[in-house]
C-alpha cells in the first residue's frame, strides 16, 4: 500500500464524511468485469486485500479505483484482415479497398472482443481529512483526474485544487539549489534536473552527485533553473520535487525495520503500515507546500 508517487489536491471544503458513509456512496459504483462487446470497465475496489471499498484510520482514509481493460493486440487484428482480404480477392477477382479494409478491421474487432484477455489496474488514492487534502498514488495525471472525476460522480460534488504558490515551483527549488540548502527539515538529495528557458531548452540532468558542486552553480548563473529536485526529508524519507509540484519516488528509508514483524495478522498489519505511512507523509507535506508560499 505504500504510495511512490503523490500528486496533491487541495479540498475546498472541509471533509466530513465517515468511512462509513463513504463506503456506502462507493460501494454502489464497484468495478465490474468488462462486458462480452466492451473494451474497458472502471469502478471502485478495496485498497487493499480486504472486502472494504473504504479502509480507514482516524481520519485519513483509503480508497482505490480500479480499471479493467480488455487486450486485442494491433498485430492480431492486421493478420486477421489480411487473410479477409486474400478470401476477398480470390472471391471477387481483385483487392479490398480501403473502405473495405476498415469494414475488416471492424468485423474482426467484434469476433475477437469476447475473447480477448482482460488487464486490471488501480490507483489508490489518501483523503487527509484533517490537513484537506486528497493525495493520489500516480504518475499520471490523467489516471489521478479519472479517480477525481469518479470520486466527483459519487459524493456528488468536490471541490479541489493543484496546490496554488505565491512564486513558482521551479523557481524555489532553484533557490535552494543555488543557496544549497534546502528549508527547515529538509535537506539536498544527490538528483536534479536542470534546463534552460530558451530556444534551445537545454536540459543537463545530475543523478547520484553532489549538488553542492561549483559546476551546478555555474549552470544556474548561466540562467539555467530546477526543473526537479531530490529532497531527504527528517533522515526518514526521500523523495523527488518537480516543478509542477508533484513527488516522485517518495521511499521510507528506514521501511524494512519499521514495518518488519510476521506476528501481525493482516488487519493489524494494515493499521501499523498506515499509520507509519500517514504520521511521516502528512507533516512532511505540510512542511513541504508551506515551504512554498
Known sequence: MWFKNLLIYQLQKPWTLTAGHLEELLAKRPLLPCSAMSTSSAGWVPPIDDVQIVQGLQRHLLIAFGWEQKLLPSSVIRDAVRQRAIEFEREKGFAPGRKQRRDFAEIVSAELLPRAFPQRGL?????????????????????????????????????????????????????????????????????????????????????????????????????????????????????????????????????????????????????SEFTLFTGQCSPMLDELLASFQ
Open 123 to 271: 490507483t489508490r488514492a489518501w483523503i487527509d481529512a484533517a490537513a484537506g487534502r486528497l493525495i493520489v498514488d500516480s504518475s499520471s495525471i490523467g489516471r489521478a483526474e479519472a479517480l477525481v472525476e469518479a470520486l466527483r460522480t459519487a459524493l456528488g460534488e468536490l471541490s479541489v485544487t493543484l496546490p496554488q504558490t505565491e512564486l513558482s515551483p521551479a523557481q524555489k527549488l532553484t533557490d535552494w539549489l543555488s543557496v544549497r540548502k534546502a528549508p527547515g527539515r529538509f535537506d539536498l538529495g544527490e538528483e536534479c534536473v536542470l534546463s534552460g528557458t530558451g530556444a534551445a531548452r537545454a536540459v543537463i540532468r545530475y543523478q547520484r552527485h553532489n549538488l553542492d558542486v561549483v559546476q551546478i552553480q555555474r549552470h544556474l548563473e548561466e540562467g539555467l533553473r530546477a526543473r526537479s529536485l531530490a529532497l531527504f526529508w527528517n533522515a526518514q524519507l526521500s523523495l523527488i520535487v518537480n516543478d509542477k509540484l508533484e513527488i516522485k519516488r517518495l521511499k521510507f528509508l528506514d521501511l524494512d525495520e519499521a514495518i518488519d514483524d510476521p506476528g501481525l495478522d493482516p488487519a493489524r498489519q494494515f493499521e
